[in-house]
């Protein structure tokens, strides 16, 4: 079968009765190349093996004395972890598994990389929450003047002005008030707030 566009060169994947592919597959994992099965493009490859196909024709799969064992770990790329060369075939029951310590590091970054990815396209797309309705917050029967003031984040002199404004009863921080007035007094000093951020904008 011919080598498909994008896929990883194996003597399985690829022809060699076609000069382009015939080699490919010992080119993998290249001696002195740590780490690095492929340092060159598939396309470059090609050309080599079509040079050694021209030279000396397709290989002798019966008489050879070595394989190439790729990278065993589901998808991960074989840019990023060395295969190897060894005097057997590989075992296709051989459990799949990359070292990561033996990768130097950029590799072990690109490996974690790829892995989070491909986790992340298995994860099935999450049914959007239905939507509900925000409660109104609950406010206490009774509530002391410094106490609200502290919730809101303001003085506890500017709510007491604000309780003079709206004639809420109370004379010092630690009056208490109705809790059902909480809100008009929060959204006074929403509207003041605003209001003077308006009016020092406004001056040049």
């Not at 799949?96 to 491909?118: N, P, Y």
């Not at 929450?129 to 206490?140: F, G, I, L, Y």
């Not at 010092?172 to 209001?195: E, M, V, Y």
Request: negative net charge; hydrophobic residues 35%.
């Amino acid at each position: 079968m011919a080598l498909r566009e994008g896929e990883f060169p194996t003597a399985e994947n690829c022809d060699i009765t076609i000069p382009e592919e015939a080699w490919l597959p010992a080119l993998m994992a290249i001696p002195g190349i740590n780490g690095a099965p492929m340092p060159y493009p598939v396309k470059y490859l090609k050309l080599l093996s079509k040079r050694l196909y021209d030279y000396g024709g397709p290989p002798n799969l019966e008489v050879r004395s070595t394989w190439y064992h790729p990278p065993a770990a589901g998808d991960l790329s074989p840019m990023f972890a060395a295969g190897e060369w060894k005097d057997h075939p590989p075992d296709p029951n051989e459990a799949a598994g990359i070292d990561l310590t033996s990768l130097s590091k950029v590799m072990q970054d690109e490996v974690r990389r790829q892995a989070l990815e491909l986790d992340a396209e298995s994860t099935p797309p999450q049914e959007p929450a239905p939507a509900s309705v925000t409660e109104p917050p609950k406010w206490p029967e009774k509530i002391r003047v410094h106490f609200l003031a502290k919730k809101l984040g303001h003085t506890s002199s500017e709510v007491l002005d604000i309780c003079h404004e709206i004639g809420v009863p109370a004379k010092s921080a630690q009056s208490s008030i109705p809790g059902n007035r909480c809100a008009a007094i929060r959204d006074q000093l929403r509207i003041k707030a605003a209001l003077a951020r308006r009016g020092a904008g406004g001056v040049s």
